[in-house]
């Protein structure tokens, strides 16, 4: 389940996927899970505590909604004016495999080398442990994200806003390795 605020209320939206996808702060155990005895305490940071005793009205709206890139927003707002673009795009988000952005335009012409069109980090050997830590990475939110955009489509929510979902749970769950290598962040702006 993805908890994730909505008008004021906590949603709680049943997601299917395999145990070993799941990662801590995203996904709750189901009524199955043994609850923990009422005896045990959790200690919250003074970051949580405040949150905690904050009205819905007063958390920032980027602390609901993480920061969007200027392409991003112009993204949304398209599929919120066009139904058929907002389907196509959050279908393809939610089914496309997440890859590395390379620029090969040197490599092709003069034996240059190849590196990542967002921040032009030459691939060579030591790009193995990127390469590896992003394909780790990626299996999990791709994986994530699919099961996110099932979910709000079998409760018929409108595609523009299941858009607007996928892209603020990638940007609020993606590390610099993966924004690097995708072009998350980079490209768009």
């Known amino acids: 389940m993805i908890i994730q605020s909505s008008h004021n209320l906590l949603t709680y939206n049943k997601i299917q996927q395999p145990s070993e996808l799941q990662t801590g702060g995203n996904i709750l155990p189901d009524k199955q899970t043994k609850s923990s005895s009422a005896g045990e305490q959790v200690t919250l940071s003074?970051?949580?505590?405040?949150?905690?005793?904050?009205?819905?009205?007063q958390i920032p709206e980027s602390a609901i909604?993480?920061?969007?890139?200027?392409?991003?927003?112009?993204?949304?707002?398209?599929?919120?004016?066009?139904?058929?673009?907002?389907e196509k795009s959050a279908n393809l988000m939610a089914y496309s495999r997440s890859m590395i952005a390379y620029d090969i335009s040197e490599s092709v012409n003069n034996d240059g080398p190849?590196?990542?069109?967002?921040?032009?980090?030459?691939?060579?050997?030591?790009?193995?442990?990127?390469?590896?830590?992003?394909?780790k990475e990626a299996k999990i939110l791709d994986a994530q994200r699919l099961a996110l955009y099932k979910s709000e489509k079998a409760?018929?929510?409108?595609?523009?806003?299941i858009l607007a979902k996928m892209i603020d749970f990638t940007?609020?769950?993606?590390?610099?390795?993966?924004?690097?290598?995708?072009?998350?962040?980079y490209f768009f702006k």
């Open 114 to 135: 190849i590196k990542l069109s967002t921040t032009g980090r030459i691939v060579d050997e030591s790009f193995t442990e990127f390469k590896e830590a992003f394909e």
């Open 46 to 57: 003074n970051k949580g505590k405040a949150l905690a005793a904050t009205s819905f009205d």
């Open 65 to 86: 909604h993480p920061k969007r890139t200027p392409g991003q927003e112009r993204m949304i707002n398209e599929a919120k004016s066009n139904p058929e673009f907002a």
């Open 171 to 185: 940007n609020r769950n993606s590390s610099d390795i993966y924004r690097e290598a995708t072009g998350d962040g």
């Open 155 to 161: 409760m018929g929510t409108d595609p523009s806003e």
